[in-house]
C-alpha cells in the first residue's frame, strides 16, 4: 500500500465552505465507485479554514495518469468536478489547470525512532 497526500484550496467563503462539507456527507455514489474502481483503498480529507489536506492510500493497481484518463471518460465525475469548482480555488503555485497538489513528505517519525 503506498500514500499520497495533496492539497488544495476552498474559496474563502463560510456559506460556500458549509456546502463543500455538505456534498461531501454525501457524496454520490458514482464517484465513490470511480474512487475505488482506481485503485484508492482509503481516502480522508481535512480542512484547516480554507486549507484540504486529503490523505490517499491506493494499492498497486493506482496511478494518477489512469485515474485521470478514467475521469476524463466518465461524464458523472466530470459532473462532479465542475461542480465542487464552484467551491475550490487553486493553490498560489499550482500549475495551470492543477487542482489537488501532491505534497512532498519531509518527515518520518517511524517506531523504534
Given at each position: 500500500?503506498?500514500?499520497?497526500?495533496?492539497?488544495?484550496?476552498?474559496?474563502?467563503?463560510?456559506?460556500?465552505?458549509?456546502?463543500?462539507?455538505?456534498?461531501?456527507?454525501?457524496?454520490?455514489?458514482?464517484?465513490?465507485?470511480?474512487?475505488?474502481?482506481?485503485?484508492?483503498?482509503?481516502?480522508?480529507i481535512?480542512?484547516?479554514?480554507?486549507?484540504?489536506?486529503?490523505?490517499?492510500?491506493?494499492?498497486?493497481?493506482?496511478?494518477?495518469?489512469?485515474?485521470?484518463?478514467?475521469?476524463?471518460?466518465?461524464?458523472r465525475?466530470?459532473?462532479?468536478?465542475?461542480?465542487?469548482?464552484?467551491?475550490?480555488?487553486?493553490?498560489?503555485?499550482?500549475?495551470?489547470?492543477?487542482?489537488?497538489?501532491?505534497?512532498?513528505?519531509?518527515?518520518?517519525?517511524?517506531?523504534?525512532?
Amino acid at each position: 500500500m503506498k500514500r499520497y497526500c495533496l492539497a488544495l484550496d476552498l474559496k474563502d467563503d463560510p456559506k460556500l465552505i458549509a456546502e463543500y462539507e455538505a456534498y461531501h456527507k454525501q457524496v454520490w455514489p458514482e464517484i465513490l465507485k470511480s474512487i475505488h474502481d482506481a485503485g484508492i483503498e482509503s481516502m480522508q480529507i481535512y480542512r484547516a479554514g480554507n486549507r484540504l489536506f486529503m490523505i490517499m492510500e491506493v494499492n498497486d493497481t493506482f496511478s494518477f495518469e489512469k485515474k485521470s484518463q478514467a475521469d476524463k471518460n466518465n461524464p458523472r465525475v466530470q459532473d462532479w468536478e465542475d461542480l465542487m469548482w464552484n467551491y475550490q480555488q487553486a493553490l498560489p503555485f499550482a500549475k495551470a489547470g492543477e487542482k489537488w497538489v501532491l505534497m512532498e513528505r519531509i518527515f518520518e517519525l517511524a517506531s523504534g525512532y
